[in-house]
């Protein structure tokens, strides 16, 4: 048990280090190449327009994917319920990640990520997930 919170303090440490490393190299390289910035500026602009919803469609094909072939299941007994004990809002992030078993700050940092990338599409996929995702059971504290 104990390595197991270990390991997730470190993946934590490990996602929270490489997002940083990503803001300095990109703060790093905008001061750097500050002359040609506006065209870099937007190149970078028309790519992040056609990438981003890209990887929105790929990342639903993936998951689609894998339920079919049943790396996604609920075989194991595990439903997707908002968290009543790990929420910060709604229970949505810490219902994902008692779902996939991995650690919530993981995925509330992800969310913020994505959040900064994108504010309305992740703002309503969250509201979304909020409506649609039930809200664990009441004594409900193993899955």
């Known amino acids: 048990m104990a390595n197991n919170m270990n390991s997730e303090r470190n993946n934590g440490a490990l996602v929270i280090g490489i997002i940083l490393i990503v803001f300095g190299a990109w703060e790093l390289a905008h001061r750097l190449l500050s002359p040609w910035w506006p065209s870099i500026s937007r190149f970078l602009n028309t790519v992040a327009a056609i990438v981003w919803p890209l990887a929105i469609i790929l990342a639903g094909v993936l998951f689609i994917v894998a339920a079919k072939k049943g790396v996604i299941s609920s075989?194991?007994?595990?439903?997707?319920?908002?968290?009543?004990?790990?929420?910060?809002?709604?229970?949505?992030?810490g219902g994902l990640a008692e779902f996939f078993s991995i650690d919530p700050a993981i995925v509330r940092i992800a969310a913020i990520v994505l959040l900064v990338i994108s504010f309305m599409s992740l703002a309503l996929l969250y509201i979304i997930l909020w409506v649609v995702i039930p809200q664990e059971p009441v004594g409900n504290g193993t899955r």
């Open 75 to 93: 075989s194991s007994g595990k439903r997707l319920y908002r968290s009543r004990t790990n929420k910060r809002i709604a229970g949505v992030c």
